[in-house]
């Protein structure tokens, strides 16, 4: 068996050269070297996030950016919307109540895109509703949401629109000005292709206005004072140097690909997946699969928990399965990252040769077969 290959919605495999940088010596944050990187770098990130807006990156994982626009946008005691549609949605309106939001919850059912009507008549029924949460792409699910519709919805409100990101930026087509979307979180360890550690927080001008009047207490948190020191040319708190320098040559990367092309093999990467798990007898979980991560269901009376070790121990290939409802039923092979041809087909010939084991009716040589001839017949143009 040739090399270990890690498809996970996040964390995910690293460029060679992205690994180089991460094993450099260590340079300090306040110095004339790094600040030329990070300038370059809060500059790039515009681009990446489609935005005229500043990017703030901050050391913690994509749920502390989740917890920034909250603390930096919702004051105690406001009426919030939440789109529930799995874990992540689950996560964001327990956060909001922490913090003392008076959250309705939109849940969905698992796999299925939340009715942008729906969020429309909750929206007329309740007008003092002050915050909208929403998965772009519910991770736990893979199931993406219909940001552009939803953004249309409520930018003709008063309230404010908050997207998670995390496993869609720098994955497929977000456009937050465009879009008119007021906050946008993204993680280092998903489409950004980076170790986890940093996450990143763009606000609209109807957000900032918000935060400078919000009451909530932050310290950490703060994106007035990031902002502020963003402007003198550095970070507020300490910078992760190693990952701001690995994240400069990504960004660099993605810029001379373009990222609209970007975004296509991204699609590429996911089409490929889903063909060729319908030529083995699988079936998507998702009724609206995300271009960052797909979810298949486990064919019955195959413990999907039990596969997914058996895939990762015998054959070396580290997906991710269900959580609560989903457990045991799915698995979910991530699209972002380092991923070169023959990850994607030793990962679908190394799935094959699993299911095998527990007797499910697959012919692993010709879904090797099948896999080259896909990627043959649908080239990526650089």
């Keep these: 068996m040739s090399n270990a290959i890690l498809l996970a919605p ?97 849940n969905c059912d698992w796999g299925k895109p939340v009715d942008p009507a729906a969020v429309k008549k909750i929206l007329g029924e309740n007008p003092n509703i002050k915050l909208v949460l929403t998965q772009a792409t519910e991770t736990s699910t893979a199931t993406a949401h219909d940001i552009k519709a939803i953004a249309e919805i409520v930018s003709k409100t008063e309230a404010l629109l908050l997207v998670d990101g995390i496993t869609a930026v720098g994955a497929y087509d977000i456009r937050m000005d465009e879009w008119k979307i007021d906050g946008l979180v993204a993680g280092s360890q998903k489409a950004v292709m980076l170790p986890t550690g940093l996450c990143f927080v763009c606000l609209s001008e109807r957000a900032w206005a918000k935060a400078k009047a919000c009451k909530t207490p932050r310290f950490y948190f703060d994106l007035q004072k990031e902002l502020k020191s963003n402007q003198k040319g550095e970070t507020y708190f300490s910078s992760a140097v190693a990952h701001i320098k690995a994240l400069d040559f990504v960004l660099s990367e993605i810029s001379k690909t373009g990222l609209m092309k970007h975004f296509a093999e991204q699609r590429r990467r996911a089409d490929f997946t889903r063909e060729i798990a319908k030529q083995m007898g699988l079936s998507l979980y998702s009724s609206s699969p995300s271009d960052s991560v797909t979810a298949l269901n486990v064919p019955e009376g195959i413990d999907g928990a ?73 080239p990526f143009e650089q």
């Design 10 to 106: 996040g964390p995910v495999q690293l460029h060679p050269e992205v690994q180089k940088i991460l094993a450099q010596p260590m340079i300090h944050h306040r110095t004339p070297e790094f600040d030329t990187i990070l300038a370059r770098v809060l500059e790039n990130l515009k681009s990446f996030f489609q935005t005229k807006h500043p990017v703030l990156i901050q050391t913690s994982t994509g749920s502390g950016g989740m917890e920034a626009l909250i603390v930096n946008l919702l004051n105690q005691g406001e009426e919030v919307l939440a789109i529930v549609s799995g874990k992540f949605g689950e996560r964001w309106a327990d956060m909001a109540e922490v913090y003392g939001g008076r959250v309705h919850r939109l």
């Design 306 to 378: 039990k596969l997914r070790e058996h895939l990762e121990k015998k054959y070396l290939v580290t997906v991710m399965g269900g959580q609560d409802q989903a457990k045991g039923k799915i698995i979910r092979i991530g699209h972002m990252g380092y991923i070169q041809e023959v990850h994607l087909i030793e990962t679908m010939y190394r799935l094959a040769l699993a299911l095998k084991d527990f007797s499910f009716n697959v012919e692993p040589e010709k879904v090797k077969s099948t896999s080259t001839t896909w990627l043959e017949a649908h």
